[in-house]
């Protein structure tokens, strides 16, 4: 690759920064080139330090952080030597622009959308020109009405109009790059393709570089036309999209395609553990705690990197030309194993979700039958109605899926079911018996025992101020208060273990523990009161990919083994598709299609339906192969 | 617009409520005085002396027609007539005296003390943990803490010892002023200092800052067009209701330099116990209040779009 | 922030860290022999990224930690208990006798400080030392009194507020009414037509200051009723009680602390405010409100300012270390960087 091609060259980046208790390494030599007109995806979980490699590049670190090595090359010279915050000026919005996530709070609440677009001019654009300019941006990012866009005031759009106002307002300066910082991740799934789709376009019509920043492998294939993926503050693998999916090199790349749900075959293979924490020095390859195939040396050095082909190349111990001669050496059987996936569980049954078949429980009794339930929020005129006549059966061990975007209504239905919001007309009725209305004290706690709910987000689900025992225990003190208390621990702690945690971990406290861990959490609690039926609202929807894995394959455990029913809530088909034997499909508060997961999948009826599949990412090269 | 004009006349209507039931608790509230709270020598009047006083002051009705006197008279304009301050003077009168001298202090205090205390948090945000924050916080923890009936008396005392300026306020001499109006305005210039330190570090971290900077725009043109833009919104909540408090002047500051205005008043008639004059100024007091809080609302809707174009959102 | 990384302690992490990237193999026969499966070396326990503090015990460490709430605390744990012991202990005069000069018989007026009197006397010769002390204790008594009833009352109801939701509706229109009307009016009023005296001005503080703070714990209580991890509380039956003391107080401890620490600078103040305008305590009844009206009134002769100035430092001691030492706990409870 010729070095004109060259617009930006992040050379060795490291950043730290200093918070209450100690520094965070938050960058460890991070080095990458940007080329004129690409379009480059940074992949990589929360924590990678993906985020703040486009601050440092933009030099919009916060406060507290700061560059410790490295350099920015931008047309010939460093950008991190222009000691003045001045020298950047020239910079933003003209050379470099920065798309956030949040697009609503992007923007200024008490200025209207067009003022601060215009704005985003550079001075040498006439004023008179620049709200037509503003305006064909505003069409041009696909908003309808521009002229109406242009003097609305941020409250008053839909969070993906003022996304593509912000792209609108990135575009305004003519930048060379512009750094998209998970531009999708608060969209809904049609919106977001919708969003990437027009990443894409601008791309090449402007031509200007895009760096699209996401923790979402599908939204990287089907946008970028070269991926790098971060690990611990380092880029430990960079390559063409093809080369990433089906050629990868590092293990972690590796593992963390395996655990996308689309690519999970009948094998579940998924990543033990969690990311390293960067407050500490860390001691070779950061992933090889992680990874059960690590070498000794991965221990004790980072490796450097190796080039697999002119575009790709990998940052691992693997790719050394003395490793297969040290191989050799070897008695064979001593051998490493050269797949360094990550465990992998004997294959479950083909057919998720009715793993207990052949149990004792029959298939067709109906445990849960929600018949025509309607939801209304508000009095008077003011009223929604968020649920409008749902309808549907849930047997006795399966695990049932409900799909649909947010507002949907899909989590209405679950807090209808916990009986946390009344019914406004229907039924909802659990082995025969209604738990809607008024109920007597020991319905409810029969219900209470038989049915319970885990959160989508775990870190905001679980009180920070109380130790995990009494976390774990609250359920068990309310509907068993008769058992000794040290009996209720113990209990608590056998759940503990059952969800894959530390008897010890019982005695510490939420904040010590990663989100992956803390969903582990949310389900002991809900597992030592043994329900029979767990609704689960989008459950590892706020986790990072490689602990997404880890909790859907526990659930699918706990449903084989134990015979737990699920009432799984996502909008997330690729999962559904993993762990559910039927689907509803929701829009607007109704069902619109209901079938066995296989058919939806295979025979979508409803045009909503196909609308979802089609708008479903896979990290695949056919779909990466589409693009320009 | 229909919109922006019902939430005004909303807001209209519970001001008239608030003002109608303020009257009335405080009318009910006086009458629990004890009758010899009216008398100059209650002791040495006679039966018959302190029937008439009482029937005079109109004191014998029942309480409901006394109300209904009382506001019936308020509706035209009157407030009644001082029992002791000076007997027989009408309230309203003494009143409108008194009003434009308190006025007068208490916008020179506010010219100086807002632009002063706007600029000092200003100052202070953009140093944050540099030496003018911490005398800055030093000042506002002091003015926080100590009672202002210990500092101004010390300013009293430095401003005449070492400045050789008037110790107490005389009309005829300009220089007089100064040591009012400028302890007059090291409260709220704290008030002002704080408030404005605060929201700037507030907003310098959220998105919209981050992405004006990402803009290429520079740090003075932020601090400008975004956070002081934003800045106004509160603001602009709170400066009706401060330029009408200065109508009812400084207590401290007015009885430590005799001023004649409303605060030093007040101190004049509860030493004297004048209850229809306390009554006057308390309830002239509760309406500057209300009707500043009004005009704050009425602001605030019109400064902020989310409220102006969506008054849903003004949800208490 | 800037300090942080000036620290020798901090810089020698950065190089640490930057460090650990370089290492690379000695040789390349060192290199060949680590190319095996597993791990080298033993087991290394990864260290865990934050001690197990609990979140009281980690305020208190933070607090502990800066010296400002070190010195206010040792301030105002000293004056509190010498103000409580000071009446036992030998050779202290009544803060209300007159002091008469044995030899002529006259009052000992407005004597300068000196051995027998340490602070002098006041205008009809009572000895300012023992006032002030006396003082002291009338208004840190007000100071906690206030604090007391008017949290107590703030925090249930403002409980109820947040947490019932059929009397949210009559509270807020309540509060709309009464915000309207500036407390220091409804407090000067309820003083005059209670007439001045310790219960009547605590009740007005308290009566002008509780629907704020009620206001205040209602906006909290709202927020953490609405919190996912209350919500899960529900869904697992938790009673009303144990969601109080396990989901509501605990979060809300600390800004209840923050509001009865800052109260009694406030209250003690208020009083002084009171004093001033006429509706005070009476003489026989020391207070640094009534010793410093007392001390104000003579401020034009230069000799007595001593009886203005001796109040008002113990006063302002008092006043700015507890609200110091309030706005270090609230920089301790609430870490910005949790």
Redesign the interface.
């Known amino acids: 690759m010729a070095d004109h091609d060259i617009c930006l060259s992040v050379r060795d980046l490291?950043v730290?920064f200093?918070?209450?208790?100690?520094?965070l390494?938050a960058l460890?030599?991070v080095s990458l080139d940007i080329r004129k007109g690409e379009c480059l995806a940074v992949v990589g979980e929360s924590g990678s330090g993906k985020s703040v490699l486009c601050r440092s590049c933009m030099g919009l670190l916060p406060?507290?952080g700061?560059v410790?090595?490295g350099s920015l090359l931008y047309g010939g010279k460093d950008l991190l030597n222009s000691s003045l915050p001045r020298a950047y000026r020239g910079i933003r919005g003209k050379a470099m622009a920065l798309v956030m996530q949040n697009a609503s709070s992007s923007f200024n609440p008490v200025l209207t959308i067009g003022r601060q677009l215009t704005e985003a001019f550079s001075p040498s654009v006439p004023r008179r020109e620049r709200k037509q300019r503003a305006l064909s941006l505003l069409s041009e990012t696909g908003l309808g009405d521009p002229e109406k866009v242009f003097s609305c005031y941020p409250h008053e759009l839909s969070g993906g109009m003022c996304q593509r106002a912000l792209i609108a307002m990135a575009l305004a300066g003519n930048p060379e790059i512009i750094f998209f910082d998970e531009p999708t991740s608060s969209l809904d799934a049609i919106t977001q393709v919708r969003v990437l789709e027009l990443i894409r376009t601008l791309s090449r019509t402007h031509g200007h570089a895009s760096v699209l920043v996401t923790h979402d492998l599908s939204a990287a294939a089907f946008a970028a036309g070269r991926i790098a993926v971060m690990y611990a503050g380092q880029i430990v693998e960079e390559g063409l999209p093809g080369e990433i999916f089906h050629d990868g090199r590092h293990p972690y790349t590796r593992a963390l395609i395996a655990s996308h749900p689309a690519r999970m075959g009948d094998s579940f293979s998924y990543l033990t553990g969690t990311p390293?924490?960067c407050?500490?020095?860390?001691?070779g390859d950061a992933f090889a705690?992680r990874n059960p195939?690590?070498?000794?040396?991965d221990?004790?050095?980072?490796p450097?990197y190796f080039p697999v082909t002119p575009t790709h190349r990998a940052k691992t111990?693997l790719l050394?030309p003395?490793?297969p001669?040290?191989?050799s050496?070897?008695k064979p059987g001593?051998?490493?194993?050269t797949n360094p996936m990550a465990k992998s569980t004997p294959a479950l049954p083909a057919e998720p979700g009715k793993g207990n078949e052949n149990g004792s429980l029959s298939r067709d009794s109906v445990l849960l039958r929600v018949s025509d339930l309607h939801i209304r929020f508000g009095r008077g005129e003011r009223a929604t109605e968020a649920v409008k006549g749902v309808s549907f059966d849930l047997r006795e061990g399966e695990c049932l899926g409900l799909v649909g975007e947010s507002g949907s209504g899909k989590t209405s239905i679950a807090n209808a079911i916990?009986r946390?919001v009344p019914a406004a007309s229907g039924s909802i009725s659990y082995r025969g018996r209604r738990l809607d209305g008024r109920l007597s004290a020991a319905a409810?706690?029969y219900f209470?025992k038989e049915i319970?709910?885990v959160?989508?987000?775990p870190a905001?689900?679980?009180?920070?101020?109380?130790?995990v025992m009494?976390i774990v225990r609250?359920?068990l003190?309310?509907?068993h208060p008769e058992l000794p208390r040290k009996e209720r621990s113990r209990l608590a702690i056998q759940a503990l273990c059952d969800v894959g945690l530390k008897p010890e971990d019982a005695?510490?406290?939420p904040?010590?523990f990663s989100g992956g861990q803390l969903q582990r959490i949310?389900l002991a609690?809900v597992l030592v009161?043994s329900p029979s039926l767990i609704v689960a609202d989008e459950p590892v929807s706020s986790l990072d990919m490689s602990v997404r894995a880890q909790i859907m394959e526990l659930m699918l455990s706990l449903q084989e083994k134990r015979g737990i029913s699920f009432l799984l809530i996502s909008h997330d088909l690729a999962m559904m598709r993993r762990m559910c034997g039927r689907i509803a499909v929701i829009k607007d508060g109704q069902i619109v299609e209901m079938a066995s997961s296989a058919l939806i999948f295979e025979h979508p009826r409803h045009p909503y339906t196909r609308a979802l599949l089609a708008a479903m990412l896979n990290p695949d090269l056919e779909n990466a192969a589409v693009k320009p | 617009m229909f919109r922006a004009i019902a939430y005004i006349a909303r807001r209209l209507l519970?001001m008239l409520?608030?003002l109608m039931?303020?009257t009335v608790i405080?009318f009910c509230?006086?009458r629990?005085?004890p009758i010899e709270t009216y008398f100059k020598d209650f002791d040495r009047a006679t039966e018959l002396q302190i029937h008439n006083r009482l029937e005079e002051l109109g004191l014998n009705a029942p309480l409901p027609v006394q109300l209904w006197r009382y506001i019936s008279e308020l509706l035209h304009g009157s407030l009644g007539r001082s029992d002791i301050y000076r007997e027989g003077h009408p309230v309203a009168k003494i009143l409108a005296e008194k009003i434009p001298v308190s006025a007068h202090f208490g916008l020179l205090a506010l010219c100086l003390s807002l632009p002063f205390g706007i600029l000092l948090g200003v100052f202070m945000a953009r140093r944050k943990?540099g030496l003018i924050d911490k005398l800055g916080t030093a000042y506002i923890?002091?003015v926080?803490?100590?009672?202002?009936?210990?500092y101004f008396?010390?300013l009293q005392?430095c401003g005449s010892d070492y400045l050789g300026l008037s110790?107490l306020y005389r009309p005829s001499v300009p220089s007089s002023q100064i040591l009012p109006i400028v302890s007059m305005s090291i409260p709220p210039a704290a008030g002002f200092a704080m408030w404005t330190r605060r929201f700037m570090l507030d907003e310098t971290n959220k998105d919209y800052v981050l992405q004006a900077r990402a803009k290429g725009l520079s740090s003075r043109s932020i601090a400008v067009r975004h956070i002081l833009r934003n800045a106004l919104v509160p603001l602009s909540q709170q400066l009706p209701g401060t330029i009408l408090m200065t109508l009812s002047g400084s207590?401290?500051i007015e009885?430590l330099y005799s001023i004649p205005g409303m605060g030093g008043l007040?101190?004049e008639v509860?030493?004297m116990q004048d209850n229809t004059m306390?009554q006057s100024i308390?309830l002239f007091?509760?309406f500057i209040?209300?009707v500043g809080?009004f005009l704050g609302d009425i602001c605030l809707a019109l400064s902020d779009p989310r409220i102006r174009r969506a008054p849903k959102a003004v949800d208490? | 922030?800037k300090?942080?990384?000036g620290k020798s302690k901090?810089k020698a992490?950065?190089e640490?860290?930057?460090?650990?990237?370089a290492?690379?193999?000695a040789s390349?026969e060192e290199?060949?022999?680590?190319?095996?499966?597993?791990?080298?070396?033993p087991e290394e326990e990864?260290?865990?990224?934050?001690a197990?503090?609990?979140?009281w015990r980690g305020t208190l460490k933070r607090l502990i930690k800066k010296p400002e709430s070190i010195i206010t605390l040792g301030v105002l744990f000293s004056l509190i208990l010498f103000a409580c012991l000071q009446p036992f202990l030998p050779g202290q005069r009544s803060p209300v006798t007159i002091n008469n000069d044995p030899v002529t018989g006259l009052q000992l007026m407005n004597r300068r400080p000196d051995a027998s009197f340490w602070l002098g006397t006041n205008n009809i010769g009572q000895d300012l030392w023992a006032r002030i002390w006396a003082g002291t204790r009338t208004s840190l008594l007000i100071g906690l009194a206030v604090a007391f009833f008017r949290n107590a009352l703030g925090v249930l109801v403002g409980f109820a507020w947040g947490y019932i939701r059929r009397l949210d509706a009559f509270f807020?229109e309540l509060?709309?009414?009464l915000?309207?009307?500036?407390s220091m009016?409804l407090m000067?009023?309820?003083t005059?037509?209670l007439r001045p005296g310790m219960a009547s001005i605590i009740f007005s503080m308290c009566l002008a200051g509780w629907l704020g703070t009620a206001r205040f714990i209602r906006n909290q209580v709202i927020l953490l009723r609405n919190?996912?991890?209350n919500?899960?509380?529900?869904?697992?039956?938790?009673?009303l009680h144990?969601i109080f003391l396990?989901?509501l107080l605990?979060?809300t401890l600390s800004i209840i602390i923050l509001q009865f620490v800052l109260t009694i600078?406030s209250a003690?103040?208020g009083e002084?405010?009171l004093t001033?305008?006429?509706?005070g305590l009476p003489a026989d009844r020391p207070s640094l409100g009534n010793l410093?009206?007392t001390g104000?009134m003579l401020?034009?002769s230069r000799s007595l300012?001593y009886q203005?100035y001796y109040p008002?430092a113990v006063?302002?001691i008092i006043?700015?270390c507890?609200?110091?030492l309030g706005?270090a706990f609230a920089d301790a409870a609430d870490?910005?960087?949790?």
């Open positions: 490291h730290v200093a918070l209450d208790n100690g520094l390494h460890r030599g406060g507290n700061r410790v090595r390293p924490s407050r500490h020095p860390i001691r705690p195939a690590a070498l000794a040396i221990f004790l050095y980072a450097p111990w050394d003395r490793y001669e040290a191989l050496r070897l001593h051998a490493a194993r916990l946390l409810r706690q209470l319970q709910m959160f989508q987000n905001a689900a679980i009180n920070p101020r109380a130790k009494d609250e359920g003190d309310n509907i005695f510490r406290f904040y010590s949310g609690r009161m | 519970r409520l608030c039931l303020v405080v509230l006086m629990l005085l943990g923890v002091f926080q803490a100590v009672p202002a009936a210990v008396v010390f005392l110790i207590i401290y009885s007040l101190i509860i030493r306390v308390v007091y509760a209040g209300i809080m208490l | 922030m300090k942080t990384f901090t992490l950065i640490a860290f930057l460090e650990e990237e290492a690379s193999p390349n290199a060949l022999k680590l190319f095996v499966s597993g791990r080298s070396g990864l260290p865990l990224s934050r197990g503090d609990s979140y807020t509060y709309n009414i915000e309207n009307i500036p009016i000067m009023l309820s005059y037509i919190r996912q991890f919500q899960a509380s529900r869904t697992m039956g938790t009673p144990r396990k989901n605990p979060h600078p003690i103040s002084v405010f001033y305008i006429g509706l410093i009206n104000r401020i034009m300012r203005f008002c006063l302002s006043t700015v507890f609200y110091v706005n870490p910005q960087d949790p």
